[in-house]
């Protein structure tokens, strides 16, 4: 069975680093993309990052470029995502989600992990 | 960055009637591979986002087929045929044809 189980997320203080983790299973990670996305609390969806399992191309959104990394471990079956300088406005529910070979964005999404940037 | 206007923002609907949402996005979505990589999701209360539409008009696994998309360029639409009550929550047409990818607002369904 496909599925993706995010950790990592926690209470931070501003200027602070978080690294979140995303273990697949059910499918070779190396075949696929990948993604991080976001979700304030209320609000709607926020593309995060992209990489690519094959050649390791990379994208981030404007909002957390030179603050955010995006990673993975071929090994270990598992995205990261490494969060420094955070912001009040980086707290959300982070979602790492699977791009499908053929049908394209997010086919498969995992249960997310909160994070709070807060004094 | 592409746009992707959602309308209505909330849409009060009586169980076993139609109801559609409309995506427009500030450019064509036609990506140079000929294909046009609009997506449709739905986020129910406390869950996760779910891929039901793909490509405007490719259902996923599992998904019933009263959901049907539709459109083409920068005019979209999720179209329920008979609203279920399992049905309620946010909806969210998503493009990912240009970089970086654009989510809509997101479009509440409820049950009057």
């Known amino acids: 069975q496909v599925e993706l189980v995010e950790s990592g997320g926690g209470l931070v203080k501003p200027g602070g680093s978080l690294r979140l983790s995303c273990a697949a299973s059910?499918?070779?990670?190396?075949?696929?993309?990948m993604n991080w996305i976001r979700q304030a609390p209320g609000k709607g969806l926020e593309w995060v990052s992209y990489i690519s399992g094959r050649d390791t191309t990379i994208y981030y959104a404007d909002s957390v470029k030179g603050r955010f990394t995006i990673s993975w471990d071929n090994a270990k079956n598992s995205l990261y995502l490494q969060m420094n300088s955070l912001r009040v406005e980086d707290t959300a529910v982070y979602y790492c989600a699977r791009d499908g070979k053929w049908s394209g964005a997010f086919d498969i999404w995992g249960q997310g992990t909160m994070v709070t940037v807060s004094s | 960055d592409v746009v992707m206007t959602q309308s209505p923002l909330s849409l009060p609907v009586t169980l076993g009637q139609p109801a559609s949402i409309s995506c427009r996005s500030s450019?064509?979505?036609?990506?140079?591979?000929?294909?046009?990589?609009l997506n449709w999701f739905q986020q129910r209360p406390g869950q996760s986002p779910r891929r039901l539409i793909y490509k405007i008009s490719n259902r996923d696994s599992g998904v019933p087929d009263r959901f049907s998309g539709s459109g083409s360029g920068t005019d979209f639409t999720l179209k329920i045929s008979r609203v279920e009550a399992e049905d309620v929550g946010v909806y969210y047409c998503?493009?990912?044809?240009?970089?970086?990818?654009?989510f809509g607002q997101g479009t509440k369904v409820e049950i009057k």
């Open positions: 450019q064509s979505l036609v990506h140079s591979d000929g294909n046009t990589y």
């Open positions: 998503m493009q990912g044809t240009h970089w970086p990818r654009t």
């Open positions: 059910g499918f070779t990670f190396s075949d696929y993309y």
